[in-house]
């Protein structure tokens, strides 16, 4: 989509500093980090937010959730652990409209629930 923030950075369009790729998913760290590591993974596909994903374009789910470990090990989260965090529509304060998942490790505050 040409005027997503998240296309653009997937697209190398806008600097961003990677931590993972792969043909299906793109991760980097978050320009405003709300915990000591904090990584936004997003798939290569543009999907709004979790109200569009359907079952035609759901393994983007799927992809990104199979790539999380490896994310997690090269941040070094794998055994102090992570949230995993996804923000949908305006009452969750979801900024912008590309899926994403926000990873957040590095301390134990900031649990939500
Ligand atoms: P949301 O609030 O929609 O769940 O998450 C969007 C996230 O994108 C926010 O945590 C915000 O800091 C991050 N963000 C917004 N613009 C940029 C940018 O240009 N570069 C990077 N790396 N992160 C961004
Ligand atoms: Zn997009």
Do not use: W
């Amino acid at each position: 989509m040409t005027d997503c923030l998240f296309c653009k950075i997937i697209a190398g369009e806008i600097p961003s500093t990677k931590v993972f790729e792969n043909d299906k998913v793109y991760a980097f760290r978050d320009i405003a980090p709300q915990a000591p590591t904090h990584i936004v993974v997003v798939p290569r596909t543009h999907i709004a937010c979790a109200n569009d994903i359907t079952p035609e374009n759901s393994k983007a789910v799927s992809d990104i959730f199979e790539a999380i470990p490896a994310i997690a090990k090269e941040a070094g989260l794998e055994k102090s652990g992570y949230r995993i965090v996804n923000n949908c529509g305006a009452d969750a304060g979801q900024t912008v409209m590309h899926l994403h998942f926000h990873i957040l490790g590095g301390t134990t505050g900031g649990k939500m629930y």
